[in-house]
């Protein structure tokens, strides 16, 4: 396992506790790469048992929890087990792709499918741990979406059921912000960028690696009076 340092860089605390989900590959492997570095205790939520072992060499402190976000007993299971930590970072990361890229070529169980993992499951996991958020004292819920969530610049060539269910996680992360407002909490939905990932591809322009650095500083640095945004990694606005 690697060492992590020795002050994190957010400034919650000496030892700040964080849940990322989709840790095995991508955004998310790097996501738990950099908190770990930074002193923070990681929660990682990975599909297979497989993929345990690989997610706890990401840092000292990280431990990996097989869960499928997609069913609501594995979700409950794993509030379960968390029950009384206190978390002051949920980051919703782990999202699927979707095959539906032009009309015609629409179906019910596509949109579920995605849905179930873009939208529904970091709506379901959000309140499933809002106790140990409460308990945490950042208070932060990140919804990594996209800017192809964004209707104002919808565009053609990409899947139906991904666009959307991202135009929704937005919505998700909007209500979160108000209704949760008065407790301090901040809540954003961030887009990662175009990445070089299994989703992205190699065309992609950024590196996970770097473009991680940069949105969990954005995070870190935004606090409740940004709370509700829609935004790239380094904190500009993205429109609705």
């Known amino acids: 396992m690697s060492t992590a340092s020795a002050s994190p ?19 998310g ?3 738990v790469t950099h908190l770990a570095a930074q002193g923070y205790k990681v929660f990682a939520t990975v599909r297979k048992q497989a993929d345990v072992a ?7 402190n990280v431990t990996a929890l097989v869960v ?5 007993a594995s979700v409950e299971t794993l509030a379960s087990k968390l029950k009384g930590q206190p978390i002051d970072l949920l980051i919703n990361n782990a999202g699927v792709n979707g095959n539906d890229r032009s ?28 106790p140990n958020l409460r308990l945490g004292k950042a208070r932060k819920i990140v919804n990594v979406t996209s800017e192809l969530g964004s209707i104002t610049n919808a565009t053609t060539g990409f899947s139906y059921a991904y ?44 590196d996970p690696k770097e473009s991680t650095k940069t949105l969990l500083a954005t995070t870190h640095r935004l606090g409740p009076a940004d709370s509700g945004k829609y935004i790239r990694i380094d904190g500009t606005p993205i429109p609705y």
Not at 9 to 27: D, M
Not at 68 to 72: F, T, V, Y
Not at 109 to 124: C, D, H, K
């Open 68 to 72: 499928e976000l997609a069913d609501a």
């Open 103 to 130: 009309a015609g070529n629409l179906s019910w169980g596509e949109f579920q499918r995605v849905f179930t993992t873009n939208t529904f499951a970091p709506a379901m996991l959000a309140q499933a741990l809002l």
């Open 54 to 60: 690989a997610a706890e060499k990401l840092g000292q």
């Open 163 to 206: 666009n959307s269910s991202k135009s929704a996680l937005n919505m998700i992360t909007a209500r979160l912000a108000k209704d949760l407002a008065s407790e301090g909490f901040t809540v954003l939905s961030i887009c990662p960028g175009w990445n070089k990932t299994d989703m992205g591809g190699d065309q992609a322009p950024l």
């Open 9 to 27: 860089t957010s400034p919650t605390s000496s030892s700040p506790v964080a849940l990322v989900t989709g840790a095995s590959r991508g955004i």
């Open 29 to 31: 492997l790097w996501l």
